[in-house]
């Protein structure tokens, strides 16, 4: 996906995609915690949001939504 030049400096542009694929990420695991094949992610993981169990992950999606 690529995101529109809306006259924001090449930087902005830089930052804007960085936060759009840090929350993109976070919303994909935090779904993920409540599909049958997946649940919690991988110890390794290094997000900005603790999705540590379920209930984080929730709280984190409820805040959000």
């Known amino acids: 996906m690529k995101l529109a030049n809306c006259g924001e400096p090449r930087r902005g542009r830089s ?17 993920r915690w409540y599909e049958p094949d997946h649940g919690a992610p991988s110890s390794s993981r ?20």
């Not at 995609?17 to 929350?23: C, I, N, P, T, W």
């Open 15 to 31: 930052v804007t995609g960085s936060m759009f694929r840090r929350l993109l990420d976070t919303t994909v695991v935090t779904g």
């Open 46 to 65: 290094r997000g900005t949001v603790d999705l540590s169990s379920a209930a984080k992950a929730r709280e984190w999606f409820r805040r959000r939504a």
